[in-house]
């Protein structure tokens, strides 16, 4: 299978916003600077050396006024490089495209990874699997600033939108119009903080690297290296690597998809979209964690990455898209590829809508995330990353279940996985060291790994007890609080 790539169109790359009252400003500005220089070249005809550099200085603070109408007024924490950029801005794309020109394996690696997807995608036709797979993921924090060096809580904020997210738990889903409610799909993947790191060793899942780098460049991938001022890779093929850092260019976060370098694999977030609490609106969230992620995961953007409407992102239950969304459209949004209700599916998470405006994968789409894990990703579900090292405790339950709490001991702040066997009600409920209920949950029916995040830092240290209540059993682990 052949399959043809075009070089992005950079304004629908960046999204830069022509139609506001600023840009339209900019280019009033540009259009006038084109027929000055073509006054000037004309004139210049028939002056003499002296009137050629006074019009060269007035030449000179006109560029200089134009550069200034393309700087972002506002926030410098959403200014990269002079432009403005309105939307979300994701790198993979042109991450990909650099791959292409730069790495020669790469092309051959994707088209025989599209083959397989298309392959596995014939063989299973949207089919939802009886197995869930939990993916183990470490995250590289990359900071030189305090203020970079984001806490445990942001770290476990995003991994539960990641999970929450993929299994169709998250709170937004009641949004998915009535249309494409049949398409919305638990995608059947989870996440866990590793547990051991490769060498076997405890570990929190969590690593921090101070650096002297100002930012970061999706080309160099210099975050992924430590000798570039970033961090080295966790084994590729066994753990997920997410590095949260300062990312140059307005670029909110970048994924390589599958079949790039084994030594720059993963996913890199800027830190100030990672999480929720803390991170920077309209992208507060934790979608863009959830987008990049997909990517990683083979999806591409719902428009197909270039302009009209025979572009496509592989995926057959996803309608044809003209441009990206931007912002929080209404639904339904029509577009030159769907003129009519109900549009384009603008609430998807591989398009570029606002985090609060996105929240949904459809069935197509997790067919080809599960071809991901059955070929070009299928080692990470052999891998040992999630399993304890010393701290997972079998229970005494005739069901198999199991209680993982990570990291133990902790700062109060841990993700707690407990393994539902056969569908049951239970209740998650944390006892201090003198019996008192600090942490209920309220009953939750579930079947597989469930996750949860839990905070409970505003009380003191010590010895604490998760209790988790399964209709008439009861398993209780130890939490350590230091």
């Given at each position: 299978?052949?399959?043809?790539?075009?070089k992005?169109?950079?304004?629908?790359?960046?999204l830069?916003?022509?139609?506001?009252?600023?840009?339209?400003?900019?280019?009033?500005?540009?259009?006038?600077?084109?027929?000055?220089?073509?006054f000037?070249?004309?004139l210049?005809?028939?002056?003499?050396?002296?009137?050629?550099?006074?019009?060269?200085l007035?030449?000179?603070?006109?560029?200089?006024?134009?550069?200034?109408?393309?700087?972002h007024?506002g926030?410098s924490?959403?200014?990269?490089?002079?432009?403005?950029?309105?939307?979300?801005?994701?790198?993979?794309?042109?991450?990909?495209?650099?791959?292409?020109?730069?790495?020669?394996?790469?092309?051959?690696?994707?088209?025989?990874?599209?083959?397989?997807?298309?392959?596995?995608?014939?063989?299973?036709?949207?089919?939802?699997?009886?197995?869930?797979?939990?993916?183990?993921?470490?995250?590289?924090?990359?900071y030189?600033?305090?203020?970079?060096?984001?806490?445990?809580?942001?770290?476990?904020?995003?991994?539960?939108?990641?999970?929450?997210?993929?299994?169709?738990?998250?709170?937004?889903?009641?949004?998915?119009?009535?249309?494409?409610?049949?398409?919305?799909?638990?995608?059947?993947?989870?996440?866990?903080?590793?547990?051991?790191?490769?060498?076997?060793?405890?570990?929190?899942?969590?690593?921090?690297?101070?650096?002297?780098?100002?930012?970061?460049?999706?080309?160099?991938?210099?975050?992924?290296?430590?000798?570039?001022?970033?961090?080295?890779?966790?084994?590729t093929?066994?753990?997920?690597?997410?590095?949260?850092?300062?990312?140059?260019?307005?670029?909110?976060?970048?994924?390589?998809?599958?079949?790039?370098?084994?030594?720059?694999?993963?996913?890199?977030?800027?830190?100030r979209?990672?999480?929720?609490?803390?991170?920077l609106?309209?992208?507060?969230?934790?979608?863009?964690?959830?987008?990049?992620?997909?990517?990683?995961?083979?999806?591409?953007?719902?428009w197909g990455?270039?302009?009209?409407?025979?572009?496509?992102?592989?995926?057959?239950?996803?309608?044809?898209?003209?441009?990206?969304?931007?912002?929080?459209?209404?639904?339904?949004?029509?577009?030159?590829?769907?003129?009519s209700?109900?549009?384009?599916?603008?609430?998807?998470?591989?398009?570029?809508?606002?985090?609060?405006?996105?929240?949904?994968?459809?069935?197509?789409?997790?067919?080809?995330?599960?071809?991901?894990?059955?070929?070009?990703?299928?080692s990470?579900?052999?891998s040992?990353?999630?399993?304890?090292?010393?701290?997972?405790?079998?229970?005494?339950?005739?069901?198999?279940?199991?209680?993982?709490?990570?990291?133990?001991?902790?700062?109060?702040?841990?993700?707690?996985?407990?393994?539902?066997?056969?569908?049951?009600?239970?209740?998650?409920?944390?006892?201090?060291?003198?019996g008192?209920?600090?942490?209920?949950?309220?009953?939750?029916?579930?079947?597989?790994?469930?996750?949860r995040?839990?905070?409970?830092?505003?009380?003191?240290?010590?010895?604490?007890?998760?209790?988790?209540?399964?209709?008439?059993?009861?398993?209780?682990?130890?939490?350590?609080?230091?």
């Amino acid at each position: 299978m052949q399959i043809s790539y075009k070089k992005l169109n950079i304004s629908t790359i960046f999204l830069v916003d022509l139609s506001s009252e600023k840009y339209s400003k900019t280019q009033f500005q540009f259009v006038f600077l084109e027929l000055f220089c073509k006054f000037v070249f004309k004139l210049s005809l028939f002056m003499n050396w002296k009137s050629l550099l006074l019009f060269y200085l007035l030449l000179s603070g006109i560029l200089s006024f134009a550069q200034q109408g393309l700087t972002h007024s506002g926030d410098s924490d959403h200014e990269e490089l002079g432009l403005h950029i309105k939307g979300r801005n994701c790198g993979t794309m042109l991450h990909h495209d650099h791959l292409l020109k730069t790495d020669p394996n790469y092309k051959y690696n994707i088209e025989n990874i599209e083959r397989f997807t298309q392959e596995y995608i014939q063989n299973h036709a949207n089919a939802k699997t009886s197995t869930i797979v939990t993916i183990p993921v470490v995250f590289h924090v990359v900071y030189r600033l305090a203020s970079e060096n984001i806490p445990d809580s942001r770290i476990m904020e995003q991994l539960d939108v990641l999970n929450k997210d993929f299994a169709k738990l998250n709170s937004d889903t009641n949004l998915v119009p009535a249309v494409w409610k049949p398409l919305h799909v638990d995608t059947q993947i989870r996440f866990c903080l590793a547990q051991r790191d490769p060498s076997g060793n405890p570990t929190t899942g969590i690593t921090r690297t101070s650096t002297t780098k100002t930012s970061f460049d999706i080309y160099a991938d210099d975050v992924k290296f430590t000798a570039t001022g970033g961090k080295s890779a966790w084994n590729t093929s066994e753990y997920l690597n997410i590095w949260i850092c300062r990312l140059s260019g307005g670029i909110l976060g970048y994924a390589q998809l599958p079949g790039g370098p084994v030594a720059t694999d993963g996913v890199v977030i800027d830190y100030r979209y990672t999480g929720i609490t803390g991170a920077l609106s309209p992208y507060n969230k934790g979608r863009t964690g959830t987008h990049e992620v997909g990517h990683y995961f083979n999806l591409r953007h719902i428009w197909g990455d270039y302009s009209g409407c025979s572009p496509d992102d592989l995926v057959s239950d996803t309608p044809l898209q003209d441009v990206s969304s931007s912002g929080c459209p209404t639904f339904p949004k029509t577009d030159a590829c769907q003129p009519s209700s109900p549009g384009v599916m603008f609430m998807n998470y591989m398009d570029y809508s606002n985090d609060a405006c996105m929240y949904m994968f459809t069935a197509g789409q997790r067919t080809r995330m599960q071809a991901a894990i059955a070929g070009p990703r299928a080692s990470l579900i052999t891998s040992m990353g999630c399993t304890p090292v010393t701290n997972l405790v079998p229970q005494p339950d005739l069901n198999n279940a199991q209680i993982s709490v990570i990291p133990n001991p902790n700062t109060g702040i841990f993700q707690l996985i407990y393994n539902v066997q056969n569908g049951k009600n239970f209740k998650v409920e944390i006892y201090n060291a003198l019996g008192q209920i600090i942490y209920v949950d309220e009953p939750i029916h579930f079947t597989g790994l469930y996750h949860r995040n839990i905070d409970v830092s505003r009380y003191s240290k010590g010895l604490y007890m998760v209790r988790v209540r399964e209709e008439d059993d009861i398993y209780i682990y130890k939490v350590q609080v230091q």
